[in-house]
């Protein structure tokens, strides 16, 4: 069986365990990964809270940071998901079994910052501490305030605003990416321990967990 056989099989167990319609033959793009319209992504959108073990695979989940917040302009540096005065300020952290990493959309590649299992800091939820991936997205707060500018500096609504704004539509590529490939999964706010993932992660002072998003396949 070759491996575009089986990760269509893998995709399309998926998508009937979401109870949602098989991709159509033609869908299926050469490397296996499925393609739908945005109309047919935005139509599969919807939140996961049950994931199977499997593993994402590298290259399907690099292509998912791509369209998470990925450079889709040479010139700038221009990112697929907008924000507040381009601030960039938004770091993808994932976390999986094997470890953490922490996405670079320059070069497109995921580079080590933890090599231990970090996912039962990140929630005391069960569902989200076992999905085969949990991204958790960080704001440095220096690069919003340098966007901000002078007359934003010290409006803490205003930069609070931007942080989960830019965060949130992150997210929003996020789903339609696991939508349009049979993935599942979930924004998380509340359900989020801010403060245990921040320290897991030995960041600074002027980083800030905003959201952490979990993805895997649906079970
Ligand atoms: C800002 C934000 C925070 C959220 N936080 C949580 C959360 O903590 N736990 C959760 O289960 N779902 C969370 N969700 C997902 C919503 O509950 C979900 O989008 C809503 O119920 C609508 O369902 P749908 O996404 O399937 O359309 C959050 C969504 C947003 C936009």
Same mark, same amino acid.
Request: glycine share 10%; proline share 4%; aromatic share 6%.
């Given at each position: ?26 869908? =299926? ?6 393609? @739908?319209? &945005? ?6 959108? !919807? ?11 590298? /290259? =399907? &989940?690099? !292509? ?73 997205? %960080?704001?440095? !707060? ?22 989960? %704004? ?5 997210? =929003?590529? @996020? ?29 600074? /002072? ?14």
């Amino acid at each position: 069986m070759t491996a575009f056989t089986r990760r269509s099989i893998v995709a399309a167990s998926a998508v009937a365990a979401a109870g949602l319609a098989p991709l159509p033959a033609a869908a =299926q793009q050469a490397n296996g990964a499925a393609s @739908v319209s &945005l109309e047919e992504a935005l139509r599969r959108r !919807r939140s996961t809270r049950r994931f199977g073990t499997a593993e994402i695979p590298q /290259e =399907q &989940l690099l !292509r998912l940071l791509w369209a998470a917040n990925g450079v889709n302009r040479k010139e700038g540096g221009g990112r697929t998901a907008p924000a507040w005065r381009g601030s960039k300020d938004i770091d993808i952290y994932v976390a999986r079994e094997a470890g953490v990493h922490r996405y670079d959309p320059v070069a497109g590649t995921l580079e080590q910052v933890r090599g231990e299992d970090i996912r039962d800091k990140v929630s005391q939820t069960a569902y989200i501490q076992r999905a085969p991936a949990v991204l958790i997205y %960080v704001s440095d !707060r220096k690069r919003l305030v340098e966007a901000a500018g002078a007359e934003s500096a010290g409006n803490e609504q205003a930069l609070a605003i931007g942080a989960h %704004v830019n965060a949130a539509l992150i997210s =929003q590529n @996020v789903y339609l990416f696991a939508a349009a490939e049979g993935l599942g999964t979930v924004l998380i706010g509340g359900s989020a321990d801010r403060d245990a993932t921040k320290a897991a992660l030995s960041l600074g /002072e002027g980083h800030s967990v905003v959201y952490i998003q979990p993805v895997g396949a649906p079970r």
